[in-house]
C-alpha cells in the first residue's frame, strides 16, 4: 500500500520566495509516499512574455526551489511532483519534476502547450517516461496534456501506477476526462490544480480547483474544492493498477490490434 495526494493552493504570480514558504509550510510533517503540486507552482501562470518568465525560470541543478523540494522530502521520507517553469540554455520549459529525499529524480517538459503558454514556452521534446520510486512507479503529464489520450497511453505502456499531474485548469472539463483516462488505462492519477484568478493583458483568467486523485475503473477517491487550499493524501494499493484484465478474456493492453492504428499517425 502506498500513500499519494496533492497540494492545492493559489501561487503568488511572479513570487518564487512566496511561493516556496507556503508550500514549505504546508507540507511541513506532511506522511505520504507522493505528493503532486500544481503546474508552474513556484512562478504562476499568467506571465506577459518571454523575457518575463526567462527572469523567474531556474535551472534544475541550481535550483532554490528544488533544494527546498529536497529538504521536505528527506524530512518526510517522500517525494514530491511540481510545476516548475526551467530554463536550459536558450530553451524554457513548462515542466515538472521529480524529487526524493536525495535530490532530483527526473524531469518533464511539457510536449501539448495551451493558449498563449505557446508564446511564452518550448515544447517539450521528449515523450514521458516513468520513475519507480520505492516500488511506486510514477510518471508524469502537464496539465493539457490530459486532452490527447495518447500521454496517458504512453505512461500505462510504461508500466505507470501513478499519473502525477500538475494543472493549472481554466476549463471544467478535465477532472471528467481524467476519469475516462484512469478507465481506459486501468491506473491511478493526481490532478494538482490551483484556484483562484491572475489577469494578463487585462484579461482575467480563473482557475477550477478541484483537485482530484483518480483510480482505475474511473473511481474518484479525493475532490478538492473549487476555492481554496487543501492538501489531500489516499492510501491505495499500486496492484490494482497493474492488473490489466478487463474480463478473464481481454487484456486491456494485450488485446490492443496496434496493426491497424497506422492512421493515427
Not at 15 to 21: E, I, L, S, T, V
Not at 145 to 167: K, M, N, Q
Not at 197 to 211: A, M, Q, V
Request: a negative charge.
Amino acid at each position: 500500500m502506498k500513500r499519494i495526494g496533492y497540494f492545492q493552493f493559489k501561487p503568488i504570480l511572479g513570487d518564487p520566495g512566496a511561493n516556496r514558504k507556503v508550500i514549505a509550510e504546508s507540507l511541513k510533517g506532511i506522511d505520504a509516499d507522493l505528493i503532486v503540486l500544481p503546474e508552474l507552482a513556484f512562478t504562476g501562470y499568467s506571465m506577459r512574455d518571454r523575457a518575463a518568465v526567462s527572469e523567474l525560470t531556474e535551472t534544475p541543478a541550481e535550483s532554490q526551489s528544488i533544494d527546498m523540494l529536497t529538504e521536505l522530502c528527506s524530512a518526510g521520507n517522500c517525494h514530491i511532483v511540481a510545476g516548475f517553469a526551467e530554463k536550459d540554455e536558450k530553451k524554457l520549459y513548462n515542466s515538472a519534476v521529480l524529487v526524493g529525499p536525495d535530490g532530483l529524480i527526473g524531469v518533464y517538459r511539457k510536449i501539448h502547450l495551451f493558449g498563449f503558454e505557446k508564446e511564452l514556452f518550448d515544447p517539450g521534446p521528449d515523450a514521458p517516461v516513468v520513475y519507480d520510486i520505492g516500488g511506486l512507479k510514477v510518471g508524469m503529464m502537464v496539465c493539457f496534456d490530459w486532452f490527447f489520450p495518447e500521454t496517458a497511453r504512453l505512461l500505462a505502456l510504461a508500466g505507470a501506477d501513478v499519473i502525477a499531474h500538475p494543472s493549472n485548469l481554466v476549463l471544467d472539463w478535465c477532472q471528467k476526462s481524467m476519469i475516462t483516462r484512469c478507465l481506459e488505462n486501468n491506473l491511478f492519477a493526481v490532478t494538482a490544480n490551483r484556484f483562484g484568478s491572475e489577469t494578463r493583458e487585462g484579461k482575467e483568467l480563473t482557475f477550477t480547483g478541484g483537485s482530484q486523485i483518480t483510480a482505475p475503473r474511473g473511481v474518484i477517491l479525493s475532490s478538492a474544492s473549487t476555492d481554496s487550499d487543501n492538501v489531500s493524501i489516499i492510501e491505495i494499493d499500486e496492484q490494482q493498477a497493474r492488473d490489466k484484465n478487463v474480463t478473464p478474456a481481454n487484456h486491456l493492453l494485450n488485446d490492443r490490434r496496434v496493426e491497424l492504428y497506422g492512421g493515427l499517425m
